[in-house]
């Protein structure tokens, strides 16, 4: 059965009442920890259902300023030497349990995607414009994947900074390596979602400020 979104004949009291059973499945979502997700992780074909919806993020003048990457299932223990190599990078004293901690993240959740962004040369479409369609981007993904019943959570940090992991991703001089996003099954229960901070949304009036 077709959906009243995607149905001709819908009716516009039909279309939001799916649009509000939507919105009540986005303010529900929660990100799950990588170590928390386990299999089944989602198909080939669930995966390019996200980057699809991915490409209908915000995107001025359609630069396409965002591309994915799928970690390989037996790519994880090189991922895994790239992450070691990496730390090191940032801190030459590292050692032991804290690299063991860090070898470890690079085999958590059955699927891992690589978020980059690639900020393109245009005059109209300033830097921050681009690295924002970026973020929507991956936004799309993680709301994806809770519409297809999986945890996920995008993670980031130093590391992806470093000449190592630019090097082993092979990225371009306008290229960054935003985040990493695990998706699988949650296998812990997810916490409540506090309310949002009373002044997230305000109405602009010159010379006031005030809160809706």
């Given at each position: 059965?077709?959906?009243?979104?995607?149905?001709?004949?819908?009716?516009?009291?039909?279309r939001?009442?799916?649009?509000?059973?939507?919105?009540?499945?986005?303010?529900?979502?929660?990100?799950?920890?990588?170590r928390?997700?386990?299999?089944?992780?989602?198909?080939?074909?669930?995966?390019?259902?996200?980057?699809?919806?991915?490409?209908?993020?915000?995107?001025?003048?359609?630069?396409?300023?965002f591309?994915?990457?799928?970690i390989?299932p037996?790519?994880?223990?090189?991922?895994?030497?790239?992450?070691?190599?990496?730390?090191?990078?940032?801190?030459?004293?590292?050692?032991?349990?804290?690299?063991?901690?860090?070898?470890?993240?690079?085999?958590?959740?059955?699927?891992?995607?690589?978020?980059?962004?690639?900020?393109?040369?245009?005059?109209?479409?300033?830097?921050?414009?681009?690295r924002?369609?970026?973020?929507?981007?991956?936004?799309?993904?993680?709301?994806?994947?809770?519409?297809?019943?999986?945890?996920?959570?995008?993670?980031?940090?130093?590391?992806?900074t470093?000449?190592?992991?630019?090097s082993?991703?092979?990225?371009?001089?306008n290229?960054?390596?935003l985040?990493?996003?695990?998706?699988?099954?949650?296998?812990?229960?997810?916490g409540?979602?506090?309310e949002?901070?009373?002044?997230?949304?305000?109405?602009?009036?010159?010379?006031?400020?005030?809160?809706?």
């Open positions: 059965m077709a959906s009243f979104l995607t149905a001709s004949n819908a009716t516009v009291p039909e939001k009442a799916e649009g509000l059973a939507l919105l009540h499945r986005m303010w529900s979502r929660r990100s799950t920890p990588p928390h997700l386990t299999e089944p992780g989602p198909t080939d074909e669930e995966i390019r259902m996200l980057v699809r919806a991915a490409s209908r993020a915000p995107d001025h003048l359609h630069l396409s300023p591309r994915f990457m799928v390989h037996d790519a994880r223990d090189a991922l895994a030497d790239v992450f070691v190599a990496a730390d090191r990078e940032l801190d030459p004293a590292i050692m032991g349990e804290q690299l063991d901690r860090t070898r470890e993240k690079a085999h958590h959740a059955p699927v891992l995607l690589a978020v980059i962004s690639r900020v393109q040369a245009n005059d109209t479409v300033p830097e921050i414009e681009q924002a369609s970026a973020g929507a981007a991956l936004g799309y993904v993680l709301l994806g994947a809770d519409l297809l019943g999986y945890g996920a959570m995008a993670v980031s940090g130093r590391r992806l470093t000449a190592v992991m630019r082993a991703f092979g990225l371009a001089d290229e960054d390596l985040c990493f996003i695990g998706i699988g099954t949650a296998g812990k229960s997810r409540v979602q506090s949002p901070d009373a002044d997230l949304l305000q109405t602009w009036l010159p010379g006031s400020r005030q809160t809706i």
